[in-house]
């Protein structure tokens, strides 16, 4: 994965969902290909615009994913949906 995939989907596995984190509530997550990947991503708006949080194993689609120091980052993300 380069810098930045702004315009480009990730499906990822929710692996953690964190209710009291230190910037609010987020879950890690882990790409849903070869690499396995962590992301993170708020649950907050206006990145997680859902009504409920996700559970741990669901299928969530990332984008706007960039790395920070601390690792990747998606800055939009929403549940998998057919």
Avoid at 14 to 27: F, S, W
Avoid at 55 to 78: C, M, P, Q, Y
Wanted: contains cysteine.
């Amino acid at each position: 994965m380069s810098k930045t995939k702004p315009n480009k989907e990730f499906r990822a596995i929710v692996q953690r969902v964190v209710r009291e984190g230190p910037h609010g509530p987020y879950a890690i997550d882990r790409l849903d290909d070869a690499s396995g990947t962590s992301v993170t991503f708020s649950l907050q708006k206006p990145v997680w615009n859902e009504s409920c949080f996700p559970e741990e194993g669901e299928v969530v689609i990332l984008s706007d994913v960039r790395e920070k120091r601390a690792g990747w980052r998606a800055h939009k993300a929403k549940f998998s949906r057919r």
